[in-house]
Structures are given as structure tokens and as C-alpha cells.
């Protein structure tokens, strides 16, 4: 190569290197080491620490707990949260209130804790380029206030727990300055202690600040803000902008404004003009945004000074979309939508706070898809720009709460803190496309003048901005003013129902809604519906390796430990998992088949807080557990989902069985004459009868397709079946349901007696080697578990939060090979065969017989107790075998066909060598069961 050539290629890539690094040099990160000391007795601010030299590394982003700074946690502390006074009181609890062994079982327990002021200090370089130029500092993410001082000069402060703080820096001059940052994350306004934007409850109460820490330096004239109001009728987008302006430099000027390849629209600006309000034409054809479809559309403004000294550029990224309302529904671009949403309650247990990166909130996003789910619910806080860019792409509806879950109209701060919180959120995120819906508060509590702040605050929204839905809370209350209301009536469980409820009370079927529940002619949204608890999974406990510990998870295994239960900590998990999907199916079926907007599921994934609400498909780390997969949520949860509306769920051979067919349609457009194809199988998946319905899809809940029917009188021995309607490209969605001969055996025979009692001439015979069934059904004494209330479905939130509202338990665990079960089909968890044989049982607790016996119909307790519950066992006393169990096997029989047939296998069963109890107990101890 010849030394001209050399010099060529030397100087195009200085060239070139110059070129890249440009960018670069008007941003500069402050990522990295920093300098700190806490501020335990709030004196910095008098002391001026800010022109003084902070000696204590620390690295931002992040949080100073995750660092090692703070106390370890104890019952001194002074958590922001409420309901955890029975940690205080209760003796189970006593060995984890000591300071070496502190354990909190309500919520995950922080490595380090501490609130109060913390100091942040770090020596930047404001570059030579840099003079004259428009300097800001930006701290995306901080918990909670800030206060920052350049050397020994007060800038400002913020407040925010939404939206980026962002300072003014211009006034430095180049050269070297001290950038002193105090972070204060008390509880700085009346937000709630129980908001997930500030509670220890979920994301804790963190110090620091995180996501992007940068100093970025441009035009002194510049674009300060653009808000884009898509107009889909006219094909055009409203813009509004707001010049900022720094210095002397001379303001006025031009703006071009590009879309695409789209026409520019060049405009100029005066010296006096701030705020300036453009019509932009989409073109013929825009494309609009919407789940199906996430085309985006890129806004640029550049703006040129009068005499080019100057020049500013910003892109915008938006969707032409419009939301409305249509009777019972959402719209979105004039299509009705159903929400099948989810929440996120700033549940990120590795650093305490949300992740500020799209691939993060990509994966999320990407999760709740595979479920079948198109919505998200930011429960009393509002997620970063990533959140918000992520959902753009994915095709997401959000609904964001303005931090808040308190009391309102009451003249507190909080009154003030939600008018300026929400105009940060809307003008930080508010041309986002996903954010579909905004609330200014969980549960809002208040007197009087609640209603009328509430009224207020939508009013000024819906008149300020159309872009998105407005609605007085999540939960209530149903104003006029609402666009839409957040309702909790319209769901299987009830706070407070108990067994009473729907799902719990009633025998299972698949033909009820919520209609009747719906009382008002706007779009209903149903609240924080499911709320269906699953066991720990102890093996989760090795995932928490950041700032928030799993601590609670190490109490409620020393209470299985307690009872011997340890082994069947893995065997509870999958049981009461299943149970846990077959909850979540009736719920969002039965939303499915009424006509309102959608439902908001509490939750997906875990909720670690408020008591531990183990309610989640998934951890709390979105991955999910081993007993369910997103393909099968999604055959429930989706855009287009078939129904079967069956009136129960166990049949007589004798009968014929009928089910009606619906297909609930919000796909991306209506379809004719759809095949709908439907089976029956029973065991080895053969098939018993099939065919094909067609129905017409309109964008609606109750597609009618047709009836299905099928003779049953070739079933002669007891079996399970399964409807299967699928749609082929479209969805697929199955029910089991049992079928049992009319005519059965349920006499004992002469080799088996059947009481009530062990009286002393029972007790002598079982000794000597007769055969007993026991039958205890309504003699439980409250001690030995009567007062433990048993439902069909698993534990509503957790018993620690709702202070012991039943069912306390979570389905049963049996072992479905036991010859026990030959002629009563059954899986090893709760199906709804067994609805009225748990309806009519009492626990027994058996926490005074061999640590080796094992139930043959086990309950799964409560974690918070733990207690080894059966409501069928098998033992041996003396030469004699005997079963007791709580099931009501003698009443309605006729009517109680899933009682009947357990009856009736039971007793084949005791008729045969296979029983052999290998376990021995003493009468006593049964007797010490029952009244």
C-alpha cells in the first residue's frame, strides 16, 4: 500500500471516528461510582453537605439498601404499610422477632432498610463545546424526592414517583463542578401507605435513583415538549409544542415538521411564542394502531433559528388510534375491545424498583400474550418510558394510577399531588399509543367530598385530553363523570363471601355470568377479579438473590415442619395449582359469557405483599410454575374463546347430556359461517361422540353456535369425560365432566360396620379385628378442625390479609391410583366431581397421630398454619382396620351423585385385600376427633 493511500485511509477514519463521537459529546452518562453518606438525623441540609466532600462509595443507578447501607431490618422497623400487627402479637411468631432470626412474613424483607435523607455526590465535566448551550440533567427513576446543588448553589427539587426529574444546569461553565443530589424516600405525601408507589408492601421504599443519570447539552432554543392528538375521521394529528428557551440567544425562528415520507410542514415562530398548536395531514390511508395492529408512525420536528446559529431536533414516536365507548364496551378505533387484563403492582423483587429497559418490559409484555391477554393495570403507580414504548410494540393496552391508593377531597397534600402527578404523566407519556386509560387512584376512600374531587378530576382530564379514558378508581366509585367504571361485583369471590360465594356455594356448572351485576349502562370493568392462592414454592426461595428477601417463604416452611409436612411441600404446590387454574378458568369463563368491557385479574403473577397473595399463575418473576403453561391459559383468556354452557358438571348414565355452544369474538374483524367442531372423549381419548356446529363471529361475548347433545347409556362404569370446541386458527377450550352409573351398591355388606361412634362395644370389636367405617360427618369438634371452613375453591388473597375469611384451605391432595379410587375417577387435586363432598365435610386434625400417617383424602391448610388435615384416613387398631372421614356419605345420596360414587367405591374397596392400613393408631386418638 503506497504512503498517499495510507494517509487517505488515516484521515477517513479520523473522519469518521469524529463523526460517531459528535452525538456522543451532548450526552454525557453518570453512570457509575458516586460519592454518599446518609443523612440519618436530616441535619445535611443546615450542615450544608453540599459543599462538603461525601467519603462513602456507592454506584448509581441503584439503590443504596442493594449496596449494604441502611439497618438490618427488625420489629423496630418502621415499615410504610399496614396490617401486619398479628407478626407483633402471635406466638408462632415469636422466633422470628429476634434480631439475629428476623423473619417478616407479610412481605418480602429488604437486605438492608432505611428511610430518611441519603446524599449523593459526584464531580462532573462540563465540556468546552458545551458553553452557551441549553444543559440538563435528567434522573429518570427516583424514590421519592430530590433536591440537587451544583458546588454550593441550590437548583431545585421534584417530587415525582412517575415521571423523570429533570434540572436546568445551563448556567455552568465549562470546567469541573461538584453535582450534590439528596434523595428523601420518607413518605413525602398522603399517597397511602399501602400504594405500590411507595410501599414496602411490593417495591419497597428504596433510596436512589434509577435508569438513565445524564448530563445532555443542545440548542439553547430548543423543543421542550410535544404532545400528538391523532384525529383517525380526519386523518390528520394535532400537535401541540412547547418551545423552551435558554440564555440570550435569539428565539424566534422555524419549525419543519415530517412524518415519514410524508409532505413537511414548514412553520415559523416569534420571540414571543412559547406554545404553538399545528394540524398535520396523515395522508389517505393512515394505518391505525391497535393489539392486532402496532404500526407506529414517527414524528420529527427541527427548528432552526432566524440567524442559524441555532438548530434543535426531536422525534416523537406515536399510533393513530382513537379510544371510545359503545354501550357495554371499550373502542378502539371504533371496534369494540374486551379488556382481558392483568396488573403490575411494582413487583420487582431483585432491585426494589421497575426496570427502566424495553427488553425487560418486552418480556412481560410478551408473557401476558401468550395467556391470552391484551391489558395491564399499573395498580396505584405508573411504570417508566419503557414500559410505555414496549407496550406500543406489542400491542398492550394500559391503564396507568396516578401513584395513589389513599384518601381523597379530604384538603391534603395528596388533593394537590394527583393534579401535579398526572399532568407529569401525561406530559412524559401521553403520545403513547398503549396508554389507553388513566385512574387517579386504587379504592379511593374519603367523606363527602370524595365524590365531587373524583368528579372533579375526570372532568378536568376528559376536558384537557381525549387521547385516553378517564375513570373516578379502580374499584369504585361509578360517577357519572366516568367514562367507564372499575366495579368488583362482577366475579366468582367476593371480598367477605366466604363460602357463600359463587363459586363456592353454588354446585359448579359453566351457565352463569355477571349480568345481573351490571347496573349501569356504562362500560364495566371487573376488579382485581380471581385472587386464587397457590402453596409456596419453596424451591422460588433461591431466586431472591437481590435487595428483597424471601424470608416469609423460610417461616411458613418451619411451620409445615411443625406437622412432619415438609416432604408434600412439592406435592401441595401441583395440587393446589391445579385447583388454582380450574378458579381462574370458571372466573374469566364466566366474564367471558357476560357482556361488559373486561376484567383486570389480581393477578397473574404473584403478589408477594399484603400478607403474602401467593395468586399467581406465574412468581413473581413472570416464569411460570410447573403445574400450568401459558398455551393452556390461553385457551380461556383469549381474543376468540368457545363456550360450553353446561348446567353441571356430574351426570347419571341414564340421562342424556346437553350443552349449549357460544364463542365469545374480539378478534380483528367479524367472521361468517365458522366451523366449529366439538368431541367428546373418555379415557385412552377415545372418542364417544363429535360433530360440527358454524356460527357467525360478530365482535361480541355470546356468539350463538348451536347445541350439542350426546346419549350417555354406554357408559357403564364410572368415568371422566371431556368436551373439547375448537376452532381451527382461531381457539380451542374443553370441560371435564363425570358420568356415573343410576344404579349403585352402597350398601356395606355384613363385614363392615358402619357408625358413628366408637363406643366401648365398637372399639372392642375393631381390636379384636373387625372392619369399621367411621363416619364423622358433622361431629368435629371446633378444636380438632371444625373451625377450619373448607371450600371448593383454594384461599381467596391469603388468610393473614383477609384476618381468616374462608375457604381456608386449598384443595385436596389424594393419590388417584389408590385402589380406593377404582370406581371413583379422579386426578391427585380438587376437580369439580368433588364439589359436594368437600361441601359437606369437616377438616380433622390429625396433628396427634403418627407423624407417618398420611390421609387418603388430604386437605392442604393455609401456610400461615400448616396443619395436616384429612378428611378421609385409614389406620390400623389392633387386629382391626378401620376408615373414618368427615364426608357426609349417607344424606341425599340420590341427588349427591359424586358422594354416592366415592361412597360406593369406598366400600368395594374396604371388601378387598388392597386395604391393608399399615399405619396403627390408638381409639383415643380418633375419639379425640369428634364430640
Not at 428483597?548 to 406437622?563: P, W
Not at 369439580?832 to 403418627?850: E, G, K, S
Amino acid at each position: 500500500m503506497n504512503t498517499h493511500v495510507r494517509i487517505k485511509l488515516i484521515l477517513l477514519a479520523a473522519i469518521m471516528t469524529i463523526h460517531i463521537a459528535v452525538p456522543a459529546q451532548n450526552r454525557i452518562s453518570l453512570a457509575g461510582k458516586w460519592q454518599f453518606r446518609i443523612d440519618r438525623d436530616d441535619q445535611g441540609i443546615k450542615q450544608q453537605w453540599y459543599t462538603q466532600q461525601l467519603k462513602d462509595p456507592v454506584k448509581l443507578p441503584g439503590a443504596m439498601q442493594s449496596q449494604g447501607y441502611g439497618d438490618e431490618p427488625s420489629v423496630n422497623t418502621k415499615w410504610i404499610g399496614d396490617r401486619f400487627e398479628a407478626f407483633l402479637k402471635e406466638e408462632k411468631y415469636a422466633p422470628y422477632r429476634k434480631d439475629d432470626n428476623f423473619k417478616f412474613p407479610f412481605w418480602l424483607t429488604p437486605q438492608k432498610y432505611y428511610m430518611g435523607a441519603a446524599w449523593y455526590q459526584k464531580v462532573i465535566n462540563i465540556p468546552q463545546q458545551w458553553a452557551g448551550k441549553h444543559i440538563s440533567l435528567t434522573l429518570e427513576r427516583c424514590h421519592w424526592g430530590t433536591t440537587v446543588y451544583t458546588d454550593n448553589q441550590l437548583i431545585g427539587a421534584d417530587s415525582s414517583l412517575a415521571t423523570p426529574h429533570i434540572y436546568d444546569l445551563s448556567h455552568l461553565n465549562p470546567g469541573k463542578h461538584t453535582l450534590t443530589i439528596r434523595v428523601d424516600n420518607r413518605y413525602l405525601s398522603e399517597v397511602g401507605i399501602n400504594a405500590h408507589s411507595a410501599s414496602d408492601q411490593t417495591q419497597g421504599t428504596w433510596n436512589g435513583i434509577a435508569g438513565d443519570i445524564v448530563l445532555e447539552a443542545g440548542s439553547p432554543v430548543f423543543v421542550k415538549q410535544v404532545q400528538v392528538y391523532p384525529d383517525i375521521l380526519n386523518k390528520n394529528i394535532q400537535l401541540k409544542i412547547i418551545l423552551g428557551h435558554t440564555g440570550n440567544a435569539i428565539s424566534a425562528g422555524s419549525l419543519s415538521l415530517s412524518v415519514g415520507q410524508l409532505p413537511a410542514l414548514k412553520r415559523s415562530f416569534s420571540n414571543n411564542d412559547s406554545i404553538l398548536a399545528f394540524t398535520y395531514s396523515m395522508g389517505d390511508r393512515p394505518v391505525l394502531w391497535d393489539e392486532f395492529n402496532h404500526t407506529l408512525y414517527q414524528l420529527t420536528v427541527q427548528l432552526q433559528t432566524a440567524d442559524r446559529k441555532n438548530s434543535d431536533s426531536k422525534k416523537i414516536s406515536f399510533g393513530m388510534r382513537n379510544v371510545g365507548t359503545a354501550n357495554s364496551k371499550i373502542t378502539v378505533n371504533n371496534h369494540p375491545v374486551f379488556l382481558r387484563g392483568t396488573l403490575e403492582c411494582a413487583i420487582f423483587p431483585l432491585t426494589g424498583y421497575p426496570p427502566t429497559d424495553t427488553a425487560a418490559w418486552a418480556r412481560i409484555f410478551r408473557i401476558i400474550k401468550a395467556h391470552g391477554l391484551n391489558h395491564m393495570r399499573f395498580h396505584s403507580w405508573c411504570p417508566p418510558e419503557a414500559a410505555f414504548t414496549a407496550a406500543d410494540h406489542a400491542g398492550v393496552y394500559l391503564s396507568v394510577e396516578v401513584d395513589c391508593w389513599a384518601r381523597v377531597g379530604d384538603g391534603l397534600s395528596v388533593d394537590n399531588f394527583l393534579y401535579e402527578e398526572s399532568n407529569r404523566i401525561i406530559a412524559a407519556y401521553g403520545n403513547h399509543p398503549s396508554f389507553l386509560m388513566m385512574v387517579p387512584t386504587n379504592e379511593p376512600a374519603g367523606d363527602k367530598n370524595r365524590d365531587p374531587y373524583l368528579a372533579a378530576f375526570v372532568k378536568y382530564w376528559k376536558d384537557k385530553d381525549k387521547r385516553r379514558l378517564y375513570s373516578a378508581g379502580s374499584g369504585w366509585p361509578a360517577i357519572a363523570e366516568n367514562d367507564y367504571h372499575v366495579l368488583p361485583e362482577p366475579r366468582i369471590q367476593a371480598w367477605g363471601e366466604g363460602i357463600q360465594s359463587i363459586i363456592n356455594a353454588r354446585a359448579p356448572n359453566s351457565q352463569f355470568n355477571f349480568k345481573e351485576k351490571i347496573k349501569d349502562n356504562k362500560p364495566v370493568v371487573a376488579h382485581e377479579i380471581g385472587q386464587w392462592c397457590v402453596y409456596p414454592d419453596f424451591t422460588e426461595r433461591k431466586k431472591y438473590t437481590g435487595l428483597l428477601q424471601a424470608r416469609n417463604f423460610d417461616i411458613f416452611y418451619d411451620f409445615m415442619k411443625r406437622e412432619h409436612l415438609q416432604s408434600q411441600a412439592h406435592d401441595f404446590l401441583m395440587a393446589s395449582g391445579k385447583l388454582q387454574a380450574l378458579c381462574y378458568k370458571a372466573d374469566i369463563e364466566a366474564g367471558m359469557r357476560t357482556d361488559y368491557a373486561g376484567y383486570q385479574l389480581l393477578d397473574l403473577h404473584d403478589f408477594p405483599g399484603q400478607g403474602t397473595a401467593l395468586v399467581g399463575i406465574l412468581d413473581p418473576f413472570w416464569n411460570s410454575k410447573p403445574y400450568f403453561t401459558p398455551a393452556a391459559f390461553h385457551r380461556f383468556s383469549s381474543a376468540t374463546v368457545p363456550l360450553a354452557v353446561i348446567s353441571k358438571f356430574t351426570w347419571k348414565n341414564s340421562e342424556v347430556f346437553t350443552a349449549a355452544v357460544q364463542i365469545a369474538h374480539f378478534g380483528k374483524e367479524q367472521l361468517r359461517k365458522v366451523p366449529v367442531k366439538w368431541k367428546i372423549t373418555g379415557k385412552n381419548k377415545r372418542v364417544i361422540a363429535n360433530g360440527t356446529l358454524y356460527a357467525d363471529l360478530d365482535l361480541k361475548n355470546d356468539n350463538q353456535a348451536g347445541n350439542i347433545s350426546c346419549k350417555l347409556s354406554g357408559i357403564s362404569k364410572a368415568e371422566k369425560l371431556n368436551l373439547e370446541i375448537i376452532l381451527d386458527g382461531l381457539g380451542a377450550n374443553d370441560w371435564d365432566f363425570w358420568v356415573y352409573p343410576d344404579t349403585l351398591n352402597v350398601q356395606p355388606g355384613t363385614d363392615i360396620t358402619v357408625t358413628e361412634a366408637l363406643t366401648p362395644a365398637i372399639s372392642a370389636k375393631l381390636e379384636a379385628g373387625a372392619t369399621i367405617l367411621l363416619l364423622l360427618n358433622n361431629k368435629i369438634t371446633e378444636k380438632k378442625g371444625a373451625s377450619i371452613k373448607t371450600g371448593m375453591s383454594t384461599i381467596f388473597w391469603n388468610t393473614a390479609w383477609t384476618e381468616g375469611q374462608p375457604p381456608h384451605t386449598l384443595g385436596i391432595l389424594c393419590d388417584p391410583v389408590s385402589p380406593l379410587f377404582n370406581d371413583f375417577p379422579t386426578e391427585y387435586y380438587s376437580n369439580w366431581q368433588w364439589w359436594d363432598i368437600i361441601h359437606t365435610a369437616q377438616p380433622m386434625h390429625l396433628d396427634n397421630f403418627p407423624a407417618e400417617l398420611k390421609p387418603s383424602v388430604q386437605l392442604i391448610d393455609t401456610w400461615y398454619e400448616a396443619r395436616k388435615l384429612g378428611i378421609l384416613f385409614e389406620a390400623r387398631v389392633g387386629k382391626g382396620k378401620i376408615v373414618v372421614t368427615s364426608i357426609d356419605l349417607q344424606h341425599d345420596l340420590d341427588t349427591r351423585l359424586a358422594a354416592r360414587q366415592l361412597y360406593h367405591s369406598l366400600l368395594s374397596y374396604m371388601h378387598t385385600k388392597a386395604f391393608n392400613p399399615l399405619v396403627t393408631v390408638r381409639p383415643e386418638q380418633i375419639q379425640e376427633l369428634y364430640k
